[in-house]
């Protein structure tokens, strides 16, 4: 059983997960907190337990810049995109992780990264246009059934209703790359275009 925690652990402990890891302020206080519960707190030289301040530990941390919820959640709220994850999707595992109101609203996708991630999802996923030809013949239960099994998907990914609804009734994957095209020309990003197409 490995010993109680003292002060210098804790912050041996919260080097190096911050080394290891990339995480938020709130993500290091719980993982600090998770720490002190399995393995409980040393005493001193006069026999009381320490009373370490986990809040002003983090915020050195924070201070020194081996911790940026910033720069966290721009790298996750990119990684998602790049993976096909919408922007609800994105802003649930920001949530998740700790990152404040604030910073989760300004790296929220706007509306042409959301379109390329929904674009990409569908790609990946062989969906819509992207799909088998000749699924649209046939059993029109089979058809219904497979489609709404494809609106799920998307919006389990965190995808909008709208852009699901657009992009399984394209008829060409070139019609999905004119409407990505359009939100980025609308957002002055055509960079964001060659970057994914």
């Known amino acids: 059983m490995k010993p109680p925690l003292g002060e210098a652990n804790l912050r041996d402990l919260a080097l190096h997960y911050a080394a290891r890891f990339a995480t938020t302020g709130a993500r290091l206080e719980a993982y ?82 959301s379109r390329q991630a929904a674009a990409l999802m569908a790609r990946k996923r062989r969906l819509g246009p ?35 609804r657009y992009i399984l009734a394209a008829q060409r994957p070139e019609d999905v790359e004119q409407w990505v095209g359009e939100a980025f020309e609308d957002s002055g990003d055509e960079e964001g275009i060659k970057d994914q197409w």
């Open 32 to 113: 600090l907190v998770r720490k002190i519960r399995e393995r409980g707190l040393a005493q001193d030289d006069d026999g009381r337990t320490i009373d370490p301040d986990i809040r002003a530990l983090v915020a050195r941390l924070v201070e020194l810049g081996y911790v940026d919820d910033d720069a966290y959640a721009r790298s996750r709220a990119r990684d998602l995109g790049a993976r096909g994850y919408g922007a609800r999707r994105v802003e649930e595992t920001l949530r998740h992780a700790g990152v404040a109101e604030p910073l989760r609203q300004a790296h929220a996708p706007g509306e042409a990264a």
């Open 130 to 164: 992207y799909g088998v030809s000749g699924l649209g013949k046939g059993d029109p239960l089979a058809i219904r059934k497979a489609r709404e099994k494809a609106v799920a998907a998307m919006l389990r990914a965190g995808h909008q209703y709208e852009h699901a």
